[in-house]
């Protein structure tokens, strides 16, 4: 956990190409905790090192900022410099979301193993206002960018997930393959598809919404442009890190390669 001093900004857009149209959606990378949202966490400090272990897609930054870097066309990044454990950025914020059943709505109120993270009577409205919808307008305003200056606006999102199932995990019985490609019916076209599957082929193999499932576009764009595409690029942990929460390994490299030729694929 990471002391977050009050100028902190919470999450980031890093700009690319001014032609580019893809966006690398960073939401899960970080560890940062606020001091104000860490008094609201009933874990101490052990307990919460671990549950971060856990819950935080480690070194998926560096993983977007290096594919970046290799990209012939550098692609523009949205990193959320705070934790999941603050807001998760991704979650509907009401009735909608699924996984409210296991206490990870937008705010989380229980831990990966089904523990209490907060209190029962927790209010998350002031995290949703301070946190979640000035994130939420600050990604549609990167992809309304996008759409204006190229027509069209590619979102790959980037995560990670651990091995073997965790306890919150809804559908954790699935296949785990090295890379999920998390699919919108609406919003993946079976050509950006195609190329993440050729691009990934070589990190080993690739699956299709399990152990999860979609993929991230702003409310205000979703199911009403289909020239915002998007594709969620789950890693599972074990093939580029320690788990639960240790160094990267070798494997970051060749992930780093098939996401920079992802890129090079959409951006044409």
């Known amino acids: 956990m990471t002391d977050v001093p009050p100028s902190f900004a919470s999450f980031a857009l890093l700009p690319g190409a001014g032609d580019s149209p893809v966006i690398l959606h960073v939401p899960h990378s970080a560890r940062a905790i606020p001091d104000a949202v860490r008094a609201g966490i009933v874990l101490d400090d052990a307990e ?19 594919a970046a870097s290799a990209a012939g066309l550098t ?6 410099r705070l934790s999941r454990l603050v807001v998760d950025p991704e979650r509907f914020p009401d009735e909608r979301e699924e996984m409210l059943a296991v206490g990870m709505g ?4 229980r831990t990966t193993h089904k523990d209490m993270l907060r209190d029962e009577d927790f209010d998350p409205a002031p995290l949703i206002e301070r946190y979640f919808r000035p994130y ?8 309304a960018g996008r759409l204006a200056a190229t027509g069209r606006a590619v979102i790959i999102d980037v995560h990670s997930y651990p091995s073997a199932p965790l306890p919150y995990e809804l559908h954790g019985d699935g296949p785990r393959p090295a890379v999920c490609l ?7 076209p079976p050509e950006l598809l195609d190329a993440a599957r050729r691009a990934f082929a070589p990190c ?16 205000e764009f979703h199911r009403r442009r289909p020239e915002v595409t998007a594709l969620m690029v789950e890693i599972r942990r074990d093939t580029y890190m320690t788990e639960p929460g240790g160094p990267a390994g070798g494997g970051l490299g060749g992930l780093v390669s098939a996401l920079a030729e992802l890129v090079d694929a959409v951006s044409r």
């Open 136 to 143: 939420a307008e600050a990604m549609t305003e990167a992809v």
């Open 182 to 188: 998390g699919t919108d019916s609406f919003h993946t």
């Open 48 to 66: 919460l090192e671990r549950e971060l272990d856990h819950i935080t897609d480690a070194h998926t930054a560096r993983l977007a900022e290096e």
């Open 204 to 219: 080993g193999d690739t699956g299709l919404d399990s152990p999860f499932a979609g993929a991230y576009v702003p409310l």
């Open 75 to 80: 692609p523009w990044r949205f990193e959320n």
């Open 106 to 109: 937008a705010v989380y109120t």
